[in-house]
């Protein structure tokens, strides 16, 4: 789904993503670890068409990041760190907005739309403002918009910040409900225990890949109890 | 007071930081001034007009000649039918139709009458009264050359001197209030900006929790604004000083004092702007529309104050730059001294206590409800 | 098309969501166009005057009853020595000094011509010049007067007179008013577009929003307009509201063709907003948004013939005017409404902003980045 070989970012001389080479494969959970500033967001940017790469070869859902940059578009989702929601629209209007511009007829949009209501258990404040909504359930929200017209990838950049354990426990149900309906996801986190949940983990450090694998292989190489050792440990080798 | 002065520094580097802000700061006075001074000035030149000659004799002809030489008028076309006055005007080519009547010079001569009508575009009426008044003014002088033996008897004659502007520049009615609405912007405007921005993005609640006291954290905000306005009203008068002539006939310190009390006005206004606005859309609004338009249009800066209808008058009394313009008028173009703009200082002090206690207050009570 | 429904239906919701929109659009266009025409007037009335007659005579007496007599001047003292008017003068309590010598008169008879003095407070010269000129036309009245009246009799088979006849088109009772409130209209209708379209640019930018609308498929263009429409409309209902109001407050004349004005309007009108769009795709902030928006707005108002002609300024302010969006719907809103233009009259103008708008909201659209 994307294969990206020697991705270089540059901004002036400070290098964000130096060389990174990396595949995700269809249908897996592919978790982009890293402390802040590590670059997670610069590759997700550029995986998502909102930045340049510097160089690199970088495809994404078999387009050329370079050269088909809107087709790519077409198939994939985001939700930023802020979720991204208007906040003076309401529930309801966010969804149709969204599902809108990705050109679903008004009629599939109605129904989905009910669905996902009584999925997320929303209804009843589908017609309020979203500042006025919870944080827990705007994140659900923005993840649900962001698949809500099937993409084949989808992008989440820390998608669990500042949300309290239980509701990031159900959050993951929802991701893996999303993989079990065939979408890839590529999620970015600070959050080490959240890379137990993804198929395979890629850890970054300072611009650089130092690990990319299935976690448990990973806790085996590094004789770690869990993901959080095993960051320490990465992050302590010079 | 290491802690203040960081903080200040800060501050300094936040808006230098901004180039494109700056620039707009500096260059707006500078601009200002440019326009004030060449373009928006009430002295007609170039008028179109159209001459309808009905008579074509020598004398016409030499009237047209002398009104098209007068360096006040130029000629859009000649015309030879009444319905073409309606296009010309209608399609703007033209703001004043010159009509003489048919066998002019022959009336002239036999008569001792003939008539010219003049024909203006009205719908601006300011301009076609002094469009009209230079016509007159040129006709009659060439009617006066034309008949020598007549001399126009028991004639008046006036001398007129202007005072404070012999050249009746336009630029100094103008730099008085360009001070007053270039520092009511600055200090104003800018102030209620920045501070409300801290808030917006919940910087305010840091810098409350920090060592710094609240009115060292309001001082600081305000102290690199209190500069430029100086920096900027010292361009102002430096360039209209240079660049047009404009005197400063009275005393220079007098005239600083009076501005630093004026950016203090402004200042403790844009602080107590920002204590009641929640985003930085709002007090950008508030302060341009709420602030700078009534500024403009009521402070006397344009328009003559004695001119307008009982209540704007009286809502003028309560704009700063109202009195600020009279003190600059007066010390800057009159040359006067203390003794005759004490009383709009006073009102001036007053009003800035009046702020100033009322921003401390309101800004005191946001703290408590914290 | 459907993509772009849906992003005009959110534009709409979004605008009328904010508190602040509403007062903005139409209450302080009402205050505005009360407040200004009012104040904006430059004619002259009650003009101070002091008089310092020295001679007493009938004569001086004579053109002192003139000037009382006018409803322009107020005369506020009466001297017999100028230091007492020149005080005044200094201290703002008179605009103008009348001084008549004492032998005003006798050199009236003797020597056949004679003079005064005017002395008049300059600061203001657009003032000083206006006051000049209606002295100057009393005074010339008075000289008429006294030529006629007094010696007419025996020089009337000599004198030669010339009569000039003013007429006055479009306005004949010289209502300055009106003519303010076309320029007070146009002024509102730009900085309504132009300010709010940024703004709201901006402070998507500002909130974040935009990273997400630039992830999905739509394309610039329809990015753009959905952003424009809706303002566009909401200036053009300002327009018709603003016409409303100046029909009802001042009885303003529409002689010619709404049709035609609204027409002018709606392209004027992109090339306005197109500028604050591309303004919105340099500023990183709202704070310099505001100042650049404000900037260009002052400058480009100032230049635009509102408060005094065109035609009278420097070349290269002419010049710079070719660019200046807001002095073509200055001149054109004036023709149309007070003299009646039709289309032939302004289709210079109106081809000239067809051509500025497309080239405006080209380099908009193309400087709007998805990707950065």
């Known amino acids: 789904m994307i294969a990206v070989r020697d991705l270089v970012k540059k901004f002036g001389s400070f290098v964000a993503n130096d060389r990174l080479s990396f595949q995700v494969h ?19 940017r550029i995986l998502c068409g909102l930045s340049y790469p510097t160089s690199g070869e970088i495809e994404v859902a078999g387009h050329d990041v370079y050269t088909e940059r809107e087709k790519i578009k077409r198939k994939i989702g985001y939700m930023s760190q802020k979720f991204s929601l208007y906040e003076d629209l309401t529930v309801s209007e966010n969804i149709r907005l969204y599902a809108g511009i990705y050109g679903l007829n008004r009629k599939y949009i109605a129904r989905r739309e009910s669905q996902l209501l009584e999925q997320l ?24 918009v962001a698949v809500f017209h099937r993409p084949s990838i989808v992008f989440l950049d820390e998608p669990t910040g500042g949300v309290d354990p239980i509701t990031r426990r159900q959050f993951w149900e929802m991701i893996h409900e999303a993989t079990r309906e065939g979408i890839t996801v590529f999620v970015t986190t600070h959050y080490m225990d ?23 292989s990973l806790k085996e190489q590094y004789n770690s109890k869990n993901m959080n050792e095993v960051f320490i440990k990465l992050a302590r080798e010079r | 007071m290491r802690r203040f002065l960081g903080f200040v520094k800060k501050e ?30 009430n002295e007609l030149k170039d008028v179109r007009i159209g001459i309808w000659d009905r008579s074509r004799d020598q004398v016409t002809r030499n009237a047209v000649n002398k009104i098209l030489s007068s360096g006040y008028f130029v000629l859009a076309g000649t015309l030879d039918h009444e319905k073409e006055i309606e296009s010309l005007f209608r399609s703007g080519k ?48 060439f009617f006066r050359s034309v008949n020598p033996d007549v001399e126009l008897p028991w004639e008046v004659d006036i001398r007129s001197r202007m005072f404070y502007n012999e050249e009746m520049k336009g630029v100094h009615m103008f730099v008085p209030g360009l001070m007053a609405l270039i520092m009511m912007l600055i200090s104003a405007l800018m102030t209620s900006v920045t501070i409300t921005r801290e808030k917006e993005f919940g910087n305010m609640e840091l810098l409350l929790a920090s060592p710094l006291k609240p009115r060292e954290i309001i001082l600081g905000k305000v102290t690199p604004y209190v500069l430029l306005s100086l920096i900027n009203a010292g361009t102002i008068i430096f360039m209209a000083y240079v660049v047009f002539e404009v005197p400063v006939v009275g005393r220079l310190w007098i005239l600083m004092l009076e501005c630093l009390l004026y950016i203090t006005l402004a200042l403790s206004l844009g602080v107590l702007i920002s204590t009641a606005t929640k985003t930085q859309q709002i007090a950008m609004v508030f302060s341009m529309v709420g602030l700078m338009l009534p500024t403009i249009l009521l402070s006397g800066f344009i328009f003559p104050i004695d001119n307008m209808p009982g209540i704007l008058q009286w809502l003028s009394t309560i704009m700063p730059a109202r009195w600020f313009i009279v003190i600059v008028k007066n010390v800057m173009l009159k040359g006067t001294g203390f003794a005759f703009i004490w009383k709009e200082t006073l009102i001036l002090l007053g009003m800035t206590l009046f702020f100033i206690m009322a921003a401390m207050r309101r800004f005191n009570i946001r703290l408590e409800s914290k | 098309m459907r993509i772009l429904y849906t992003l005009l239906v959110k534009e709409f919701k979004q605008i009328f969501r904010n508190r602040f929109i509403l007062p903005v659009i139409f209450i302080i266009p009402v205050v505005q166009m009360i407040l200004l025409t009012y104040a904006a007037s430059l004619e002259m009335k009650n003009i101070k005057m002091a008089v310092v007659d020295q001679d007493h005579s009938v004569a001086s007496r004579l053109l002192i009853s003139r000037f009382s007599g006018s409803p322009y001047f107020n005369i506020t003292l009466q001297a017999s020595n100028d230091k007492e008017a020149l005080r005044l003068l200094h201290r703002d309590r008179v605009d103008v000094i009348l001084h008549m010598k004492d032998d005003f008169e006798k050199k009236l008879y003797s020597e056949g011509s004679t003079d005064l003095q005017l002395v008049i407070n300059a600061i203001n010269a657009t003032e000083a010049g206006l006051v000049k000129a209606y ?27 010339l009569e000039i006849i003013p007429a006055f088109w479009y306005n004949p009772e010289f209502d300055y008013k009106i003519y303010m409130f076309c320029g007070i209209l146009v002024i509102l209708v730009t900085i309504i577009g132009m300010l709010l379209t940024a703004l709201n640019l901006v402070r998507e930018k500002e909130m974040g929003t935009t990273e997400q609308i630039n992830v999905t498929p739509i394309r610039k263009i329809q990015f753009v307009i959905a952003k424009l429409l809706p303002f566009w409309i909401i200036a053009l209902f300002e327009l018709g509201f603003g016409l409303i109001l100046g029909r009802i407050l001042y009885d303003l004349p529409i002689v010619g063709s709404l049709w035609l004005l609204f027409l002018f309007a709606s392209v004027y009108l992109f090339v306005v907003l197109g500028i ?72 210079h103008d109106f081809y000239s902003m067809l051509a500025y708008a497309s080239v405006i909201l080209t380099l908009a659209v193309a400087n709007y980045r998805k990707t950065t």
């Open chain 1, 26 to 44: 269809k249908g897996e959970i592919f978790g982009f670890l890293g402390a802040n500033g590590a670059g997670k967001t610069t590759t997700i």
């Open chain 2, 94 to 141: 033209a703001k004043v139709v010159v009509i003489f009547e048919q066998d002019f010079e022959k009336s002239l001569v036999d008569e001792k009458r003939a008539s010219i009508r003049l024909v203006t575009d009205a719908s601006d009426a300011n301009s076609a009264q002094l469009a009209l008044n230079y016509l007159q003014g040129v006709l009659a002088g």
């Open chain 2, 12 to 41: 300094f580097q936040h808006i230098f930081r901004d180039v494109r802000t700056l620039v707009i700061l500096f260059g707006l006075p500078v601009v200002m001034i440019i326009l004030f001074g060449y373009v928006v000035t």
């Open chain 1, 121 to 144: 258990g929303l209804q009843h404040i589908k017609n309020q403002l979203i500042r006025e909504i919870p944080l827990g359930w705007k994140q659900k929200l923005a993840f649900s």
């Open chain 3, 276 to 347: 604050g769009l591309f303004l919105s795709t340099i500023s990183g902030t709202q704070q310099q948004l505001m100042f650049m928006s404000f900037f260009f707005a002052i400058t480009f108002i100032l230049m635009s013939g509102v408060f005094t002609p065109t035609e009278s300024m420097p070349g290269w302010a002419q010049q710079i005017n070719i660019i200046n969006p807001v002095a073509y719907f200055m001149r054109v809103i004036r023709m149309v409404l007070l003299k009646g233009s039709g289309f032939r009259d302004i289709s």
């Open chain 3, 135 to 161: 002295c100057t036309r009393i005074i010339h009245g008075f000289n008429s007067q006294v030529r006629s009246d007094w010696f007419g009799q025996g020089t009337r088979g000599s004198v030669a007179s």
């Open chain 1, 194 to 216: 959240e890379a137990e949940y993804c198929h395979r983990v890629c850890i970054l450090v300072e611009g650089r890949i130092k690990a990319l694998d299935h976690p448990a």
